[in-house]
């Protein structure tokens, strides 16, 4: 992703939605669309998305028909999918080897170059062609592929010492798909945590919200 002081996680969160939405529509051969129309599907208001839309693309006036295709690109652009990102997804049970047989990396310009365990069996071998090291590999596999992403799908008791390591061996970012809030002390280090049944948990709530 270009680095931009002034955009917040939020927007960065909403950017991703608009994508989405937007190749759904392109998908659907859907052509132009207007601010107003995203804000309406997106759930948030017009201005919020025609203030991020100028940011990282042409301006318009409301009620203006952007160009989806257009729109797809800039927001490609600015999110970083047209540049290359390696990344280690540490931790192969089920989660791992499910995010390591995932096969739409390429279109955010993801390249998942290796795993890691702490299993003997598994340490050595193949999951959808990548291999798979122990975690004492950490420094070596990441600065031989100058990795800056580390995806973290591990057991609880051991997800906070393995963030620190792999941080110590020069990990920038980390996503935390482990039910456990890591601590980050490293300021120059992001850590986005993922809580997968607390998500459920509240999309269930705003759904009944929606009953009522």
Known sequence: MKNNSKVSSKQIERYSTYLKYLIVLKKSNIDYITSSEIAEEVMCSEETVRKDLQLISEPATPGQKRSISTL????????????KTNVIIVGCGQLGKALLSYAGYDEYGINVVAGFDINPELIGTKINNIDIHSIDDFEEVIKKYNVSTAVLSTRKHCAQELADKLIESGIKAIYNFVPLYLLNTNKKVLIKNIDIASSIAFISHQQKKLEE
């Open 72 to 83: 797809i690109y800039d927001i490609e652009e600015f999110l970083g999918y047209h540049e």
